[in-house]
C-alpha cells in the first residue's frame, strides 16, 4: 500500500469499516473483462476470520461466473466527505475502505437462514423472520475472506 499513513492493520478496526458499509462490490473472472456486481451485504468477524455474506437470484451471470471459478475479490467504501480546496489538486475526499480476496460459495439450505440473519443484522437490530418459500428461491452465498487491507482518510 503506498499511503501506509491511511492504512489500517488492525482486524477489529476493520471490522468496524465493514460494519459502516451497506454496500458490497464483488468482482468475478469474466472472460476478457472483471465482473462487478454491487450488492447487499452481511459480515462476521471470529477466530481471526473475515466471513461476508450475499444473498441473489439462484440464477443468472453473477452465478454462471461463480460456477466457472469461485475465487473472487470485493470492495466496500464509506465516510465519504467533500473537502474543498483553493484549486483542484488541493481538493480531497475523506473516506474508508476495505479491498480483499477470497472463495465463494454457495451454501446449502441448512445455512441460509443463519447466513441471511447476519446479512440482516448489517443493516436493522431488528429481529426478523423469512418466509420458508422465499429462503428456499434465494441464493446464499459465503464469501471467505483470505486477504483484506483497508484505508482511512478520516
Same mark, same amino acid.
Given at each position: ?5 491511511? @492504512?489500517?492493520?488492525?482486524? @477489529? ?10 454496500? +458490497? ?41 461463480? &460456477? &466457472? ?26 473516506? &474508508?475502505?476495505? +479491498? ?32 420458508? @418459500? ?12 483470505? &486477504? ?7
Amino acid at each position: 500500500m503506498r499511503r501506509k499513513d491511511r @492504512e489500517i492493520t488492525q482486524p @477489529e478496526l476493520i471490522y468496524e469499516i465493514i460494519k459502516k458499509c451497506d454496500v +458490497c462490490r464483488i468482482a468475478f473472472f469474466d472472460k476478457d473483462f472483471p465482473y462487478i456486481v454491487p450488492v447487499n451485504f452481511g459480515a462476521t468477524f471470529e477466530n481471526g476470520v473475515f466471513t461476508l455474506y450475499f444473498h441473489g437470484a439462484d440464477a443468472g451471470k453473477k452465478m454462471a461466473l461463480l &460456477q &466457472q471459478n469461485n475465487a473472487v475479490a470485493f470492495e466496500m467504501d464509506c465516510k465519504h466527505t467533500l473537502i474543498e480546496g483553493q484549486k483542484g489538486c488541493d481538493y480531497t475526499m475523506k473516506y &474508508q475502505s476495505v +479491498c480483499g480476496t477470497g472463495h465463494l460459495q454457495k451454501l446449502t439450505e441448512e445455512q441460509k437462514v443463519q447466513a441471511l440473519s447476519i446479512i440482516m443484522k448489517q443493516y436493522t437490530d431488528k429481529e426478523v423472520s423469512f418466509q420458508p @418459500e422465499r429462503v428456499k428461491a434465494t441464493a446464499v452465498l459465503k464469501l471467505t475472506v483470505e &486477504q483484506i487491507t483497508a484505508k482511512s482518510n478520516i
